[in-house]
DNA sequence: CTGTTAGCGCCTTCAA
DNA sequence: TTGAAGGCGCTAACAG
């Protein structure tokens, strides 16, 4: 492997003068050409380590998720890594399997490492961690969860507005019993804030027995949406807040035969079928009505806010807040009550 | 941010000292403690970059893989990134989008950026670029497929043999015309392989149209797998070589209401339902018969032979090659023709 | 076991 | 614009 050095001696240009070619500044016509010849003729490549050294600048970013195997992130980190990488940036995976102490010494040891900014889906409810990166300079993305009273970068979608709307939509069908089945999540809290206000806008009588709320660390979605199922006089729609809840419908209807919409309707808040090789979810008929995330968008978005903010540094912090917009699929799973 | 000389100040001790301190070398007591104190004193942590620039370890692996949305991986690399962190290194990863030219020059700016190994799902017929890493003294582990021809360290299943036995089990169960749908990649030819032998070892005649190649690249899985299933006389099973041809058939018997194993019977290598969010898709009945590999096992089996190889170098290179076991699943998915 | 002495490969003043 | 010189933080060879 050929050295800086290599490429003086080749070239009788003096390194001081290499290195800057290297960094795109000026240099007079023929020193560019003897070094572009002895870069080609040694095969030279710049050593980002060494560079690194000095420059502190390491040209890797750090995604933190909680679970990989959730289908939710492989899409966003595919097109995060492909925007990242046309622009000379590696990014280093961090799965910290949704355990909040991990969560905090990845971020410990990703910031000892000098990546250069770091892609996080947060699990906290508090943001300290996060803190003492960007105190040290190190630039912060949330993606999908904010984390209350913290100020900073983030990606999110419009879980508010998106639930508010679709929840009026079914209103609007005719459904005046409205369940739900949630988590403690942020993404889901904000969902369910959405749904509660719509509720009010329309003067629809709240039910607490309809509130089906789900720890998913303990418990089974399941067996919420049964309850609400198997409720008399109970809901005509259930409103799952999360992929999870969705699931747990599908499994009632398959294992217990529902029929849909007839039995009961569903509305689900997320991707129904993520993954290229499962979309055959969406066959089982009718599929459910959904509010879908555009993925492939939020990976993208999150690269370009990370350069932005690399661009910026984070002297002057003023926090970019980007919230994408849903999908919303009315299916047949929602009936009309109108008729 | 703290460096060795402040400890070497703050402790009184040589930072050589420190520094093989700091790499678990022997050190009197007296020194340990006084640097241990400083260390503590002044929060401080070793640079990774200058460390690497020296020793040129930067205790770093690359994982290269064509799809990080297939669901194939992320198990894969869950359990992988687990246990190398375990042992201090961090995971690069890199998605070559299948696409052969960008396989090998991200493997270049990986073995650019000095990482320690690369774990590589490779999509390549041949193995330039990865000799060119070995002979750099870079480990390189294949993953899942390898390359014909190339001597290198591996991990697989046992594509031959747990076909061969699956086949061999369905004949047994009565089953004469068998078909098959299959694409060109080396996992499938290899499963193809044990297919055949099977037909062979137990006399049942070839039929040539029952063998369907699928490119899936450009084809449709399910455009094959009806062609068999509307044949005039055609197979009374279809063995799926991978997960793709699995999901192929999944549309065909919902789009067509098939009726599984009355109208035709499926076998499919490949895990059937392979994320935690996802174990739903086994509830449509019957489940499909299949042959699911460890992904987990995988994960971790991978990691245990890239430390290894770390440990061992690549001088005197003996390639270690794992083959790990998949389980067959049967269920009625298959129907038992004896009766 | 310890400290001294040189670098690793590059970047960045500085004076020219 | 250029080259010489010094250092980024750490490791490794050496003599003690």
New interface residues.
Partial sequence: ?STIIDVENESGVSKSTISRYLQGRNVTEVNRIKIEKAIKKLDY?L????S??KS?K?N?IG?VIP?????FF??I??EF??CM?EHGY??????Y?NDRCREVSQMN?LA???VDGILLASASVNGDHVELCLEQGLPVILLDRLIPELKCDSITVDNYQASYNAICKCIELGHREIGAVYSGYYTDSERMRGFKKALQDKNIKKNPDYLQKVNLNTESPEVFVKKLVEMKSGPTLIFCSN??MG?GA??VR??DNLKIPDDISVLVFDNVAT???????S???PEFSSISQPLKEIGRNAAQLMLERLELGTDNYKPINIELKTTLKMTSSVADKKN
């Avoid at 993954?275 to 979810?281: C, K, L």
Wanted: proline share 8%; charged share 25%.
């Fill in positions: 492997m490549k050593n980002p380590i060494a690194g050294l502190s390491t890797t995604v679970d990989i195997t959730d289908s492989p899409p980190i595919k890594e492909r990488a590696h990014t280093i995976l961090s799965d399997g040891l000892n490492k000098k992929i999870y699931i599908i499994k398959l294992q993954f290229p090789n499962q979309e055959y979810v066959l089982i008929k």
